[in-house]
């Protein structure tokens, strides 16, 4: 089924037909998912472009990584959400030919498996290019960023394809998606059914996320420090909304996403205050530093000053000193001043 009947009755969306498919070529269907994904992609590398320049990196620099980190994140996110769902809850393969395995077409990209494969391609690109710890941490402070923008983008591919939405929710909820014709298995195909839009919650927490993380860019106190509050952000509000979802991967009894999504925030949160707290320690080691030395330098330079000057007059006592024993004596001037002498008396 390839309509999905959507409408969001709190914004006064009333209903509306979405075809999954944007346009065919031959036997060959071009799916809304597709395109936003891409868009996504290309979004998030011109970011990258556009950060890269005070960061001292070079476009190219960009463009190689962006090669290989795209290729790598997709690869990972499709094999991330295959391995977490190979068997459906009755315990049947979902998957039967290697189009099966990669059919990033229908959906199926897990976000965690692609941020870790994305994160492994830019350490071994950093590692061929020779470059420097803090240049790779400013790779993925560059990065970072532009996944949360390719994410607020891409999860409306879910709208397209109809699915990661939430759990069933009130009809007075604001924020309700009603979906009908929802997919073969569908209870009530004929009835419309209000869900929590999740993908929309998720699209919005990223983009309050890059806003804040922009305003906060350039007053960044390391290197890395953009990369830990993308992922502890993302962490944070995965970790809720997974908890909504009626898609989610399990390992067991946990939701695999809500898991990761806490562990990214927890250890994310704690590096970030460690790192800060060690950022301004030596900020302020740095200003005692100056200011004693400074003031060292003061004194000297007033010694110095003191130091010439007392020289300075000692020199000329000394000259005032040799002209007197010099000066010739005048004979007259003795006997004027003894017969000035003798007339007194």
Known sequence: ????????????????????????????????????????????????????????????????????????????????????????????????????????????????????????????????????????????????????????????????????????????????????????DTPYPNRTIFYHPTFLYESLWNLLGFVLINLLYRKKKFDGQIMLMYLAWYGFGRMLIEGLRTDSLYIGVFRVSQVVGFLCFLICTILLVLFLVRAQRAKKDGETYDTVYDKLRGTSRRRAATEEESGEASLVDSVLAQERQTEPIDPNEDQVSVAEGGEKE
């Open 1 to 184: 089924m390839n309509d999905v009947i959507v409408s969001f009755p709190g914004f006064g969306i009333g209903e509306m037909t979405i075809n999954k498919v944007a346009f065919s070529i031959g036997n060959m269907d071009v799916r809304w998912y597709g395109i936003i994904i891409t868009l996504g992609i290309i979004a998030g590398v011109g970011y990258a472009m556009y950060r890269s320049k005070e960061e001292g990196l070079k476009y190219d620099d960009i463009l190689d990584y962006a090669l290989w980190v795209i290729l790598c994140a997709i690869i990972g996110a499709r094999l991330y959400y295959v391995l977490t769902t190979l068997k459906d809850a009755s315990g049947h393969w979902n998957y039967h030919s290697f189009i099966d395995v990669i059919a990033v077409w229908e959906g199926g990209l897990a976000i965690y498996g692609g941020v870790i494969a994305g994160a492994a391609a830019i350490v071994v690109v950093s590692l061929v290019k020779k470059f420097k710890k803090n240049q790779v941490l400013k790779v993925f402070d560059v990065v970072s960023p532009g996944v949360m923008l390719g994410q607020l983008i891409g999860r409306w591919g879910n709208f397209f394809n109809g699915e990661a939405h939430g759990v069933e929710t009130s009809e007075r909820f604001f924020l309700r998606m009603g979906l009908r014709g929802y997919g073969a």
